[in-house]
């Protein structure tokens, strides 16, 4: 399926449809297949007080907006040439799912980075990309903790 679409980089369209495979296998939300995710994410924009229904039709009428936006940064940020130290205590909140930020590019990231107020890789075994959503009271526990230790 992925082969269709040829190496990366791919254009805002093709990382939607590279999503939507992701998805099908539940490296997006891990345990959603597609429907389910899609289902999902509407449920989350009609419950959650911050999405409006302006909102929720904006993101039906385009959704590759975001990654059109980002996508010149996307694909050339740089994480360990950008930012190789960082002075301030750093925390990584990461899915072992995920498949759009895969784990081992976190873990490197995570291991070259020179933090001295200190550095936090915290895995969350039951999440894919969607932490939050898949495991909210544990995300925010560990909110709840970075804040804390920063005080």
Known sequence: MLDRLGPPPHTAVGMLRQRA???R????????????????????YLTTPEYTARDLWRQARDPAFSLR?????????DLMALAPSLSVPAWFI??????????SLVEKYVGALDAPAGKHLVPFEHSAH?????????????????????R
């Not at 959603?32 to 989350?44: E, I, P, T, W």
């Not at 990461?94 to 784990?103: C, E």
């Not at 969607?130 to 920063?150: K, M, N």
């Open 130 to 150: 969607y932490s939050f959503l898949a495991e909210p009271r544990r995300f925010e526990g560990v909110i709840r903790d970075a804040v804390a230790s920063a």
């Open 21 to 23: 495979v992701l998805a």
């Open 25 to 44: 296998f539940g490296g997006i939300r891990h345990g959603y297949g597609h429907r389910a995710l899609v289902a999902s994410g509407l449920r989350d």
């Open 94 to 103: 990461a899915g072992v799912h995920d498949q759009i930020t895969p784990n």
């Open 69 to 77: 936006a980002l996508m010149p940064d996307k694909l050339t940020v």
